[in-house]
């Protein structure tokens, strides 16, 4: 990375402007995803989750796959404005990273420790979690906007349709990214002192 972790922690923000330019070439995308998904902790070193980009015309077939889904369940007029923000600050962008949790891991994790079984769905969604913060950072530092998208589940069939993925396979959330066309929203921060608590 570029920056120091600090720099990099207080520079990832939701960008919502984006446009399909890259300041990088593709094999510095998936590197970032190789290093995420290699060193990234998991439980019991699970590591459950899986990682998908989509680059170019893909991409844009997946924000079409949003589209169609949700023009069939939101009214119309709701749909026109769903459409104009899916145009402008997610199909607009270079790509989208989708992360994904291989259930048949989690089971069999579930299956193997007992004692802690009630804990291990929880425990994958946390490791999900775990990841796009770091894909979101990394892609950051590579000069790109990112934010974090929640179109599942109702885009997961049709998505393994599409890509032919495992059926265990379960989606846990959508990062779009690109070169930002504008500055990220102003961000409230409540009062740390309420927030981290230090005894000494
Ligand atoms: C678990 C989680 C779920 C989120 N879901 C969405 C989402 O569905 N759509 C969206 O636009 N942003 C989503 N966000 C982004 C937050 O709204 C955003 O990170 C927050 O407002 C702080 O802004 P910042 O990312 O610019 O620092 C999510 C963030 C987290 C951590």
Redesign the pocket.
């Known amino acids: 990375m570029k920056k120091s972790f600090e720099d990099a922690l207080i520079g ?5 402007n984006i446009s399909n330019e890259s300041p990088v070439v593709d094999y510095e995308i998936v590197h970032v995803l190789y290093q995420v998904v290699k060193h990234v902790p998991s439980a019991f070193n699970s590591q459950t989750t899986r990682l998908v980009l989509l680059l170019g015309e893909e991409h844009v077939k997946l924000w079409n796959i949003v589209k169609h889904t949700l023009k069939e369940i939101v009214p119309e007029d709701v749909f026109v404005k769903t459409k104009e923000k899916i145009d402008k ?1 997610f199909a607009s962008g270079y790509g989208t990273v989708l992360f994904w949790e291989d259930t048949e891991v989690v089971n069999k994790f579930m299956a193997s420790y007992p004692l802690y079984a009630k804990n291990f769905k929880a425990w994958s969604q946390q490791t999900s ?1 775990m990841h ?2 770091a894909v ?1 950072t990394m892609l950051e530092d590579l000069g790109f906007g990112a ?4 179109y599942n589940p109702l885009i997961d069939d049709a998505v393994k349709r599409m890509w032919h993925l495992p059926k265990e396979w379960t989606l846990v ?1 959508q990062m779009p990214f690109g070169m930002p066309t504008s500055a ?2 102003e ?1 409230i921060f409540n009062p740390l002192e309420d927030r981290v608590k230090v005894f000494k």
Do not use: E
Request: aromatic letters at 22%.
């Open positions: 990832r923000r939701s960008y919502y600050s979690g796009q913060f979101w934010s974090l998208q929640h959330a990220p929203n961000k």
